[in-house]
């Protein structure tokens, strides 16, 4: 058994943190905010964001940073991405040498194009880092539903530790050394998941998400390998396996906030009725500048900027892309 400090108590905390409970460990959630600690000690069930999904009366809740971090063994880190540095910061008063933090966030620091666990890492040096992702909607981890995600860390013995923390019978985990290459799939990826939700919206069909699932994973490796992550990965659960539950879900945040921006909405306007951190926003820009920064085109995800910052209509984004020069699909394959 290990004891478990979950930081943060959105759907994906909770979800999680009831995984753990039941797998047998310890554990306390920690959030900042009174009412939702309030509600979870008193209900046992995040009503607003997971319900139906019942806690146990075991598990801590707590407002309590230190509590939440004491003597913990693993730090599960599950606040939105762009709460994830003033998060951090809190918690280096509390951090003790070697504790793992394993984020489970999803995006980019767009002010300094850092991936989040470079965030971590910067604030919280004494401790080991892992990442936790996948296509792994929280709605569908609380109902027990089979589930496959990926622990990347940089030492093998940390990857294969949280493996067997984490792993059950309905929640498989795979372990990858390639941390890079699975934080920039898991943030870029609700980036093209707008743009599906956008092309939803708009009332276009199957082949329009077929292809933005095909040509967005392609960016999406282009710009990761060219930043050092490996090929194999962007292939994986949390490169195309991650994109396609994002793009085809109305569970995902993205593109329901997608959607509405292609029915007409602002970006203020979807976000708001969302009601959730909608974290392909954040990270366009920080995409955008990455591509820059590595000389790689984007056309999906500039397109997307395009719509959500300049207030380009949807429709001419997309006439855009399909009238794009004419290219080989794979520039490797040889003719006879």
């Not at 850092?114 to 929280?138: D, F, N, Y």
Request: aromatic share 6%; with cysteine.
């Amino acid at each position: 058994m290990a004891k478990i400090g979950v930081i943060g108590s959105g759907s994906w905390g909770i979800a999680l943190a009831r995984l753990l409970y039941l797998n047998g460990h310890e554990i306390t959630v920690w959030s900042a905010i009174a009412e939702e600690i309030t509600m979870l000690q008193e209900k046992h069930e995040h009503v607003d964001k997971l319900p139906g999904v019942k806690l146990a009366e075991e598990i801590t809740f707590t407002v309590d940073l230190k509590e939440a971090m004491a003597g913990k063994e693993i730090l599960v880190l599950a606040v939105p991405s762009p709460f994830v540095r003033s998060t951090a910061k809190r918690m280096a008063e509390f951090l003790t040498e070697g504790q793992i933090v394993v984020n489970v966030a999803k995006g980019i620091e767009e002010a300094t194009l850092m991936t989040l666990s470079e965030v971590i890492e910067e604030e919280l040096p004494k401790a080991k880092v892992a990442v936790l992702s996948g296509p792994s909607h929280a709605e569908e981890v609380g109902k027990d539903l089979p589930t496959t995600i990926v622990v990347a860390t940089k030492e093998r013995e940390t990857a294969e530790y949280l493996q067997n923390v984490f792993m059950n019978q309905v929640f498989r985990v795979y372990t990858s050394p390639d941390i890079l290459g699975v934080e920039l799939g898991a943030a870029l990826k609700n980036v093209v998941a707008l743009a599906a939700g956008i092309a939803d919206g708009l009332g276009y069909g199957d082949n329009t998400k077929a292809a933005l699932i095909t040509r967005g994973i392609t960016e999406i490796a282009r710009l990761g390998t060219a930043m050092g992550g490996k090929y194999e990965t962007f292939f994986g659960l949390t490169g195309i396996g991650d994109l396609i539950v994002t793009c085809a879900s109305m569970h995902s945040r993205n593109r329901r906030a997608g959607i509405l921006i292609g029915q007409g909405k602002t970006m203020e306007e979807a976000m708001a009725e969302v009601k959730m951190v909608v974290e392909g926003v954040y990270s366009a820009k920080a995409a955008m500048g990455l591509a820059r920064k590595y000389d790689v085109d984007l056309p999906i995800i500039s397109q997307v900027n395009a719509v959500l910052f300049e207030n380009k209509l949807a429709s001419e984004g997309v006439k855009e892309l399909m009238l794009r020069d004419k290219k080989i699909e794979h520039s490797d394959l040889p003719w006879d």
